[in-house]
């Protein structure tokens, strides 16, 4: 078992940055693939950001490349999402997302993930 814990989120204008942390506790931290996903009012959760199991390949959703950036520190058990270039559009509650892996693959869909944090909401003001 993995305990997800968000926190960072806030409110921002439009054009600011905000910094997410996800701390794990519970089993090895380094088995496990990483993500960040999102979920506005009335929308579907999607896909964020992963950072796979080596943590030396984050990938991510098109509608935030070039903007976010995921890392990892196994030191402190921590997952990070720095995004920068906020829209309002970015609006919505995040969750850190975790499933166990020896591959390295990427998962792109929320059904692949195990464990999930309770989420942080970030709101970006025009």
């Known amino acids: 078992q993995v305990q997800l814990v968000e926190s960072g989120g806030g409110l921002v204008q439009a054009g600011g940055s905000l910094r997410l942390s996800c701390a794990a506790s519970g089993r090895t931290f380094g088995n496990y693939a990483m993500g960040w996903f999102r979920q506005a009012p009335g929308k579907e959760r999607e896909f964020v950001a992963g950072l796979n199991l080596g943590a030396d390949r984050p990938y991510y959703a098109n509608s935030v490349k070039r903007r976010v950036t995921i890392s990892k520190d196994n030191a402190k058990n921590t997952v990070n999402l720095q995004m920068n270039g906020l829209k309002p559009e970015d609006t919505a509650v995040y969750y850190c997302?975790?499933?166990?892996?020896?591959?390295?693959?990427?998962?792109?869909?929320?059904?692949?993930?195990?464990?999930w944090g309770q989420g942080t909401q970030v709101t970006v003001s025009s």
């Open positions: 997302a975790a499933t166990e892996d020896y591959s390295g693959s990427f998962y792109y869909t929320e059904y692949e993930y195990d464990y």
